[in-house]
C-alpha cells in the first residue's frame, strides 16, 4: 500500500513539475523568423543569412579576421553562441571556432542541398541559421564551427 502511495505521489510531483517546466519555455520571448521587424532590426545581408540561410563570400565578413577578446552572440536573439577563446584561423575566410560557449545553445540539423551532406548549425532558440559544422578542426574536439559574421554580433570582454 505504502508503495502505491509512493508511486501515485511521485508521479504526480512529475506532472506537476512537467507543466510548470512548459509554462517556464513557453514564456520565454522568442524572436519569429517570420516577424517583419525582423527586416528592421537586421540588414538586408544578415536577413539573407539568418533567415535565408545564405553564406557571405569568403573573406567578407566582419569577424573572419577579428582579434578581440570576448563574446559572439546570436545577430537575432543574443543568445551567447561562441567565446573568443574558441575562435582561430581556419583558412576557410570565416569565423571559425573548434567548440560552442554552450553546446545546448547550438542545434545541429542534416543539411543536404546542393547536392552535399552537411551539418547546418542554427540558434537553438530562434532558429537563425549559423553555417556548418565540420570534423576537420583543431584539438580537443576536432570540430570546425565554420560561421557566417553576418549572423553574430560581438560583446567586447
Not at 520565454?28 to 539568418?50: G, S
Not at 545553445?105 to 552535399?116: A, L, P, Q, R, T
Not at 565540420?134 to 564551427?145: A, E, L
Amino acid at each position: 500500500m505504502k508503495l502505491n502511495i509512493l508511486i501515485i505521489l511521485t508521479l504526480f510531483h512529475f506532472l506537476v513539475y512537467s507543466q510548470n517546466k512548459k509554462t517556464i519555455i513557453s514564456s520565454e520571448k522568442v524572436m519569429d523568423l517570420k516577424d517583419p521587424k525582423l527586416k528592421e532590426k537586421l540588414t538586408p545581408e544578415q536577413y539573407n543569412i539568418c533567415v535565408g540561410k545564405g553564406t557571405e563570400r569568403a573573406f567578407t565578413g566582419k569577424f573572419w579576421d577579428h582579434h578581440e577578446k570576448g563574446t559572439y552572440t546570436c545577430a537575432v536573439c543574443s543568445t551567447e553562441l561562441f567565446s573568443s577563446e574558441t575562435k582561430y584561423d581556419s583558412g576557410s575566410g570565416w569565423p571559425s571556432f573548434y567548440d560552442a560557449l554552450d553546446k545546448t545553445k547550438v542545434e545541429e540539423i542534416k543539411d543536404i542541398s546542393y547536392g552535399m551532406v552537411r551539418i547546418e548549425i542554427v540558434c537553438k532558440k530562434c532558429k537563425s541559421h549559423l553555417g556548418h559544422i565540420f570534423n576537420d578542426g583543431p584539438k580537443p574536439t576536432g570540430m570546425r564551427y565554420c560561421v557566417n559574421s553576418g549572423s553574430l554580433e560581438f560583446e567586447k570582454k
